[in-house]
């Protein structure tokens, strides 16, 4: 008489990871069948400013196109932050939950940090600066979140266990973020010059502060 033994089987290790991967490649897919022309000249954002001088208005950042592409860039850099927890700190890079922490904290930050800055710059008279200062972060970060999108997939699907890699792509995200910078202060040098005590005191308390204490925060729990 033959035994039969039941072994559990373990499937669907990445599938939400796929699942989401797909989501985001849909949505872009759609934005570049209903924003054509729009889409084509954001992909050439590196090497044009022609899409900010067409697009440059603040009503711009409400657009269809910008909040699709924004959670497009949220599940891409919170892919990356996965992953670089799981090379630098030994978390584990399949751990939806620890995914969705990242995610929700990541979203609930830059959409929080947006509000409060809106308030701030009213106060300080200066949201005319500050709304498009916003609209260049949200279009240069979403850039990059979709340059990520596909070596978060490399990296996600394949035992990639150099740090060189990793190094390498955090210091081509910050020099990218620190031209996006330059590009404003070029764009809106007249207007800082007139307020440069409270341009000095938005960079310090929005634009450093808080990333630092969300490396801290991710880093540390």
């Known amino acids: 008489m033959h035994k039969i033994f039941f072994t559990e089987r373990i499937i669907g290790l990445n599938n939400w990871a796929t699942i989401l991967f797909l989501?985001?490649?849909?949505?872009?897919?759609?934005?570049?069948?209903?924003?054509?022309?729009?889409?084509?000249?954001?992909?050439?954002?590196?090497?044009?400013?022609?899409?900010?001088?067409?697009?440059?208005?603040?009503?711009?950042?409400?657009?269809?196109?910008?909040?699709?592409?924004?959670?497009?860039?949220?599940?891409?850099?919170?892919?990356?932050?996965?992953?670089?927890?799981?090379?630098?700190?030994?978390?584990?890079?399949?751990?939806?939950?620890?995914?969705?922490?990242i995610f929700t904290f990541l979203t609930v930050f830059i959409l929080s940090k947006y509000l409060i800055e809106k308030i701030i710059a009213t106060s300080f008279r200066i949201e005319e600066f500050a709304e498009q200062f916003n609209l260049l972060k949200v279009t240069y970060r979403t850039y990059i979140g979709l340059l990520l999108l596909p070596i978060d997939i490399i990296l996600f699907y394949n035992a990639v266990n150099s740090n060189g890699i990793y190094i390498v792509l955090v210091l081509l995200i910050i020099a990218f973020s620190s031209v996006t910078y330059l590009i404003t202060l070029k764009t809106?040098?007249?207007?800082?010059?007139?307020?440069?005590?409270?341009?000095?005191?938005?960079?310090?308390?929005f634009e450093i502060a808080p990333y630092y204490f969300m490396y801290y925060w991710i880093t540390k729990n």
């Open 23 to 101: 989501v985001a490649f849909i949505a872009i897919a759609i934005n570049r069948n209903v924003f054509g022309a729009r889409f084509n000249e954001f992909l050439r954002l590196a090497v044009s400013d022609k899409y900010t001088k067409i697009y440059k208005e603040s009503s711009n950042i409400r657009s269809g196109f910008t909040i699709s592409l924004f959670f497009v860039q949220m599940i891409s850099l919170s892919f990356f932050i996965l992953l670089l927890l799981a090379q630098f700190y030994g978390k584990e890079k399949h751990n939806v939950i620890l995914y969705i922490q």
């Open 188 to 205: 809106y040098q007249n207007l800082v010059a007139r307020k440069i005590f409270y341009f000095i005191l938005y960079l310090c308390t």
